[in-house]
């Protein structure tokens, strides 16, 4: 971790943080401070936002214009190597996208598609040929590229695609085909207007053998923007939002390319027609090769954070200027937030802010490690995998949240498009389905908090059940973590007597993470033990389960992220920053426990006296950090001038 | 009430329900079946919806035509009378609006301002003078008026308005002037292009007396759309929805108008200029002008109805028609509709649906009564006040919360307009926000609860403040309707034995909802007293009970809400169609105890192990309701081919 010392200031130049604004970005911006505080400083801001008012076609031209001068700044491809020799850099990718995130979503977005999606599939799923040919166009935005993924009949269900790449030995081709009109590839960036070339997924079928999801490099239109032959385009025009990025649809009919164009890094065809590949086993193949894709979920998280930052930033400075209704003692009429109602809809949103962002970071440096080269096992991979898709899942139903509480926050205000909440809202909504539903990624966290442990109970009896689930639960929630350990340490002390500890003590919020989280799993694995082992409709019996795999994985995340938060302020060695984000802390953790406050009551996790007085720490919590509250939502990193709201100019 | 043989079908003629669907919703059309039907079968529907690729100018141009249009088909200015000698009907206006919000949001709400805003003025505030010189051309759409009450630094504090009205007895005029920028009338429909005149409110000066809150109409700009003399438009350009309404901004530099522009049904200037009013109360003279424009707030609890039912009859429909993820039994894949956690984040809000429709008819059925002429006292012109406020917040955060949940139900598919869902949540956003900001309506809804006890408490011992308290609490839970009565005989049965009813008892559920409400305001009332007692700042220790009083109304309303569900049902005569209610009414109940049920633990209404409970039987509620999802759609009354969406239309 870079000292604080070596930092660069946190301030854009034109910044006048407060003190402990400054600090507490710092301590946000944590490791990589100073990639974000150059990212920062250097960022073209002249454009940053498009005009609401421009259509569908205008958005499109505005948004790739934009894309062509940030690349030209620096701001383009970032992170993703510009040909076979040079190598990929994850931390810079992050940082870029979250940098972009506090322009035009769309721009992010399409940014996302070109270089992080479509160049990362050439990058992670193709070999040297793949990456001379194509990388040098792809990052210098002379080719622009879909990432066809998805069917409109197969949203979420990645390994049932219908695509057909079927090996055709007499002419070394592979025939592309969208065999029904569910195959048909659809809501994919770069594929209405701007994209020549796409990635596309399907079954590889060579002799007759389907070996399962393979990518395919496909030529879709030419420079002229027609159609390739077999080919057919379709446009989804207007959207809930990101107008700048030109989703469309993709069919094939009998579509040939040569050989080479298949992506062979996992698997691939021999020059004698077999098909080769270093990973046997089909499944694992391909989860190896989404495996690979896993920063695109990590930037959703990051990006879904920045937004919410962004709005919470607007309402909150908002809330600080606008006077409404007189009082004794103020007949200039009351701050917006001086009300308690106002104090209470967005502070506990700023601390969440903090919260997630400091799970952001560690979820960052495990993507740094794994794909910057640094020794890990499947299982590091696996972890990563299961963080990004918990962390993206929370941090975008975070972030839909907090803009709309922002907006209302604002009143008419917030309705006028001037004043940027309601972009942003539209913009980020869909990051609650992209890159994984949310509801489909929780339930895949679940999956993976219970493991191989449903197939091993069936083999077992009550005793062993009884053990492998002890042992399950101790896995999950295990990993010796420097700040797993630090959180238990904490949590073992408050368990001697936790309705004896005040309401703000670290160590009882700790452990009251990690009952839920242990407890909700080991129900969750006897009830699904119960289900599959009944004659009945199996399906139906685990469906039932449902909300609670929801749950689960909810309160997992929610831990890992009062983790990172805890980690964050061991860190911190200043007392007075410290002592604020001790305060902020607890706002986040009696919050998520004041949400689910109900569930510790009914497991007799909490009293239900103790949970009435949990409401009133969380007022007093806002009130104590009421006086805070600019250098607070100077701390969460977005430079004011980059706001545009028109609200907070005059 | 019809009799339910005497009404036209449910159905328009190119529908075709189940009999369930018809029937149901015969009962959600209720009293006014008659009038909704009729509405249904007569409304053109073929220019229903705006293109969502339409600019802010094409959009207003387009909403405009669309006005001009309904309303030669007779469904402009419905329920506004025409003139002096015709006589304003509330039941037409209502339904018509309700209509409206099928189509185009920017329709409604621009029909609202001019018909129910501009004209609502006219006709409550206005005198024969008015009706007769203005009231032809406001139906005709030949003048075409703004509604200027908000002020950019008073949105929601009418009181406070800025604007000044100065008679000038030398002359005869009143001079309008806004001695601000705060004194900026902001947000106002038909200001930024069309409107022609506007209802502006201000204070009153006569002879240096401030008479309080007015209503003068002040042309605005001349037939070639320029700003009249002293007057300065603006125009707020782009939105988060509602393009089609043209907001915009007005600023009075020191205007003159002749003095009858006063609108002085309740205040005005006599002849020998000086003031005179039937109300000596200038604050009840305020309440009295205010109380007359209540069919604003009746009929965007009603839009908001209607908007989060079309979102969600797409969502379910879509959900009924697709499949992701094949399992055991189910190869082609699972409809989204059977699965758990989807049937979960869609029934309760379609149950709440109903909840609230029942509700709106009844708040509907006060207002026809007491503005469509009907012997009240002030007393229950206060009741639909406080009602037509608590149910306004209520179904437009409802209406926001169903229609994200129905977007984000229909995954990428939901983001795309041609689908339809975003644009109603871009429209209906502001729902939340305009006719009373829903923080500010609940807290008006609270202290409308505790009525004037807080100043009598001041006078009184301990003792006669428990008296007073029981007896506030009493009355503002016991109106002594047919539908109280029902509930409360239910729930004393229920009351001996709370807990070992079933979770379904309406009994059970009549006693839940009265018990919460008539605990958390009984407390309220003792912290308040509590608080005003004390010597310290009076403001922030009211101000720290702004939570307890937002629990407090939307217990009140949420009480209210299941009333009328039960006197609903207890008119339902057909046993079928009643079972279906009735689970669909448990299913309501439930969601909101559960919603509360940590506070209904904490105050030892439900028993830890009562309350794990009820998330299962939530569960079991969806899955007996399921089979009759379609059903439900239908009854939620919109047609299927008025929804327009493309997923549903291959």
Redesign the interface.
């Known amino acids: 971790m870079t000292s604080t010392d070596t930092r660069p200031s946190s301030q854009t130049p034109s910044e006048r943080l407060t003190s402990l604004g400054s600090r507490l970005r710092a301590q946000l911006d944590g490791p990589y401070g100073h990639e974000r505080a150059a990212a920062r400083a250097e960022f073209p801001a002249e454009n940053l936002l498009r005009d609401?008012?421009l259509?569908?076609e205008e958005s499109r031209d505005w948004v790739l214009d934009r894309l062509r001068e940030l690349e030209a700044a620096g701001f383009g491809s970032a992170g993703v190597p510009d040909g076979a020799n040079s190598v990929s850099d994850p931390l810079t990718a992050v940082v870029t996208f979250e940098t972009l995130a506090h322009g035009d979503l769309s721009v992010t977005i399409k940014s996302g598609v070109q270089f992080g999606l479509f160049g990362g599939a050439v990058m992670n799923l193709g070999t040297e040929w793949h990456h001379e040919t194509y990388l040098p166009d792809i990052t210098a935005l002379r080719l622009l590229g879909a990432f066809a993924m998805?069917e409109l009949?197969?949203?979420?269900?990645v390994q049932?695609l219908e695509t057909t790449f079927t090996y055709l030995p007499e002419t070394d081709e592979i025939e592309v085909h969208s065999p029904t009109p569910g195959a048909t590839k659809?809501?994919l960036g770069n594929a209405a207007t701007h994209g020549t070339m796409a990635a596309v997924f399907g079954q590889l079928q060579v002799d007759g053998v389907n070996h399962g999801v393979h990518t395919v490099l496909v030529p879709i239109r030419d420079d002229e923007g027609r159609d390739a032959p077999g080919v057919t385009t379709g446009d989804?025009?207007?959207?809930?939002?990101l107008l700048g990025v030109d989703n469309g649809t993709l069919r094939f009919d009998h579509v040939r390319v040569p050989r080479r164009m298949l992506l062979n890094r996992y698997g691939g065809i021999a020059d004698d027609g077999t098909y080769e590949s270093s990973i046997e086993n089909p499944n694992r193949r391909f989860f190896t090769m989404l495996g690979t894709l896993v920063r695109g979920r990590v930037c959703i998280a990051a990006g879904s954070g920045i937004a919410a930052r962004r709005a919470l930033s607007i309402a909150v400075r908002h809330g600080l200027r606008r006077?409404?209704?007189?009082?004794?003692?103020?007949p200039e009429?009351?701050l917006l937030l001086?009300?308690?109602?106002h104090q209470?809809r967005l502070l506990p949103l700023v601390a969440r802010s903090y919260a997630l962002g400091f799970a952001q970071n560690e979820l960052t440096g495990r993507l740094i490690h794994i794909q910057g080269g640094g020794e890990h096992t499947e299982e590091d991979q696996r972890e990563l995998e299961l963080r990004a898709a918990g962390l993206k899942a929370m941090t975008s139903r975070f972030a839909?949240d907090a803009v709309?509480e922002a907006?209302?926050a604002c009143?008419?205000a917030?309705?006028?498009?001037?004043n940027r909440?309601?972009?942003i809202?539209?913009d980020v909504?869909?990051f609650?389905?992209?890159e994984g539903?949310?509801?489909v990624l929780l339930?895949l966290v679940a999956k993976g908090m219970l493991g191989g442990y449903a197939e091993e109970w069936k083999a077992l009896d009550r005793a062993g059940v009884m053990q492998a689930t002890t042992r399950m639960v101790g896995e999950a929630v295990g990993e010796r973590t420097s700040a797993r350990l630090l959180s238990q340490r904490l949590a073992d002390t408050a368990r001697r007597g936790p309705e004896s500890t005040t309401l703000v003590d670290r160590g009882w919020h700790a452990l009251m993470f990690e009952e839920r989280e242990k407890h909700a799993l080991g129900s969750l694995a006897r009830r699904i033990r119960a289900a599959t082992k009944g004659g009945g409709?199996?399906?139906e019996a685990i469906?039932?389960?449902?909300?609670h795999m929801?749950f689960v994985a909810r309160a997992h995340v929610e831990r890992l992220v009062l983790e990172a938060f805890m980690e964050a302020l061991d860190a911190c060695e200043d007392p007075e920053t410290r002592d604020v984000m001790e305060r902020v802390c607890s706002l986040y953790a009696l919050s998520s426990i004041h949400e689910d406050?109900?569930w510790f009551?009914?497991?007799?996790r909490i009293s239900?006296?103790r949970?009435?007085a949990i409401?009133d720490q969380i007022?007093a919590l806002c009130r104590e950090l009421r006086p805070h509250a600019l250098p607070l939502v100077e701390g969460l990193g977005v430079p004011a001038e980059w706001l545009r709201a028109a609200i907070l100019e005059?």
Chains 1, 2 share one sequence.
Request: proline fraction near 4%.
């Open positions: 609401p008012e259509g569908v998805t009949g197969h949203g979420s269900d049932h659809a809501y989804h025009g207007h959207k809930g939002g006077r409404q209704f007189p009082a004794p003692g103020r009429g009351v001086d009300y308690q109602t209470r839909n709309q907006r209302e009143g008419g917030g309705y006028m498009s001037e909440i309601v972009g809202r539209e909504d869909v609650a389905t992209f539903d949310n509801t339930q409709d199996r399906f469906n039932r389960l449902g909300g929801q406050r109900a009551m009914e497991h007799q239900t006296g949970s009435k409401g007022d005059d």
